[in-house]
């Protein structure tokens, strides 16, 4: 039985798949992602345009994006610290894709 | 601040991108999707494609996933009993941009 029934369609890839998912899964990594966008944002500019998260659950999705790769994390020796965010270059290669599943979740609204 | 950084890009719906991330969500359900794709399976041969999946959860998410709206399920009234499934019309408006997270998956490997 062939699985390519459609254009560019290959037999899908768990593995890979599931590497994907991990950068949006959960109630606020693609938020995070898609907020951020092309911006560098400082941790108190994320803070304030997420208001529903507590710093304990956005500290923590901060640092699991830093370590997927998709995001960049900066802290200058400044007083009071400075700490800045922004997409890594994968990250933003992969913008124009997870902006998209947004779109999906209107066609199903 | 502006968050129209980029093209295309709204300020993000947390609702919306939740309602997308359901179906997508799990260890399956977006192989489910990927792995149907344009074809009509009966339920014994998207059982055999997934020889990793218990039969209760692969039941348990073609359930959820016909009860999101990506996918339909028929019964046909015979002996032995034959169920098929197949992407619902929004199921495969959204196909190409499900099929497009893999590549993420991808790009991150």
């Not at 995070?32 to 997420?50: A, F, P, V």
């Not at 956005?58 to 994390?73: D, H, I, N, T, Y």
């Amino acid at each position: 039985m062939s699985i390519n029934r459609h254009e560019g369609l290959k037999k899908p890839d768990l593995r890979l798949i599931n590497k994907a998912l991990a950068m949006v899964s959960g109630k606020w990594r693609l938020y995070i992602i898609l907020l951020l966008g092309e911006q560098t944002l400082r941790y108190t500019q994320l803070s304030e345009l997420l208001p529903g998260i507590s710093e304990k659950v956005l500290a923590g999705e901060l640092k699991a994006l830093v370590a997927l790769g998709v995001m960049k994390r900066k802290a200058y020796a400044e007083m009071p610290p400075r700490v800045e965010y922004k997409l890594s270059k994968k990250g933003r290669l992969a913008l124009p894709i997870l902006s998209q599943i947004q779109d999906i979740g209107q066609l199903f609204n």
